[in-house]
């Protein structure tokens, strides 16, 4: 694990060369100590809370040494969903060129992990339906463990969709969820007869 420790310190030199360096902006302050405590954190091996300050960083001032521990911090913490997300936010960040050995340095990390997982897309209708996965929201891209998982889909004004799947490691999949239109409410029912003058007797 130590050279672990040495390869995060690495990318500290690389992006903040002097404790003193000149900052202007109290968010880029706030994102340096935030980095720094990751740093620290990953040296404790506390991935999890690693995860969270990398994370605050990177909302408060994206830099690319926060995206990259991000990414060590997740496939440390065994999460290969949060590391493939980690990385593709990384890739965004990077310059290929000038970050070339940091993306290679990952790539093996990615591609074992998603040896390990099945990659699901999920394409919902409506386009603003929710989904869960085995009870947790999730993002329309999302990385399973194999195994069988319950998928369930709500949205306002339809009725909710469940169903279950079977993912194997190393597979993706597409997964097409059309909800359909729930029945109006007996409700809303007796409202819109009463507004053309429904002579229903009323109690």
Do not use: K
């Not at 420790?5 to 994102?31: M, Y």
Request: charge should be negative; charged fraction near 30%; include cysteine.
């Amino acid at each position: 694990m130590g050279s672990l420790s040495a390869r995060l310190l690495a990318v500290v030199v690389l992006v903040f060369p002097h404790a003193g360096i000149a900052q202007s902006d109290d968010r880029e302050r706030a994102a340096e100590a935030e980095f720094r405590a990751g740093v620290e954190a990953s040296t404790r091996h506390a991935w999890s809370e690693a995860i969270d300050h990398f994370e605050t960083s990177l909302s408060l001032y994206p830099r690319v040494a926060a995206a990259f521990n991000l990414v060590v911090a997740y496939g440390r913490d065994d999460d290969p969903g949060g590391l493939h997300r980690a990385h593709d936010g990384f890739v965004r960040l990077a310059d290929p060129e000038r970050h070339a050995d940091l993306l290679d340095r990952l790539r093996p990390m990615v591609e074992r992990a998603l040896a390990r997982v099945a990659r699901v897309r999920l394409v919902l209708e409506p386009r603003g339906a929710e989904v869960f996965v085995d009870g947790a929201a999730v993002e329309r891209l999302v990385y399973l463990s194999p195994g069988r998982h319950r998928v369930r889909a709500s949205a306002s004004g339809h009725e909710d969709h469940e169903a279950d799947i079977e993912t194997r490691a190393g597979e993706q999949h597409t997964l097409t969820v059309s909800l359909v239109p729930s029945a109006p409410s007996e409700l809303l029912r007796r409202s819109r007869l009463a507004s053309l003058g429904d002579p229903s007797p009323r109690c």
